[in-house]
């Protein structure tokens, strides 16, 4: 009896133990695939469109000195992110306020200065 008793245990720890690894891998990715495109907060400044031609890709249209504050700015593997303003010379000013680092796996595309 005792050795069914010690057996029923040991499974017990290894699923409770494996079901642990498994939340804390599934806690450290789930940010990555969740923020796959950068999510505005609020428009400080300008004039702002945002649209998702498609569910990988970000195109934001802004006024010159425009100021766009996010709760993050990261870029996942395969997406992308395209600013629009109106001339070569207009600049925007993009705060990430999100205690996050940003991650740039896919494309930024700006044809203009970015801050």
Partial sequence: MSKQKSYSSRKKRQYIISTAIISVV???????YLLALPAIESIENGSVTV???DENTLV???????????SSFSISEG?????????IDSRILNRVLGGEASSILGSLYAMACLF
Avoid: H, K, R, T
């Fill in 51 to 53: 649209s998702n031609p």
């Fill in 79 to 87: 997406n992308n992110v395209i600013v629009n303003l109106p001339s």
């Fill in 60 to 70: 934001i249209n802004a006024s010159d000195n425009a100021i766009i504050n996010y």
């Fill in 26 to 32: 599934l806690m450290f990715l789930s940010p990555l």
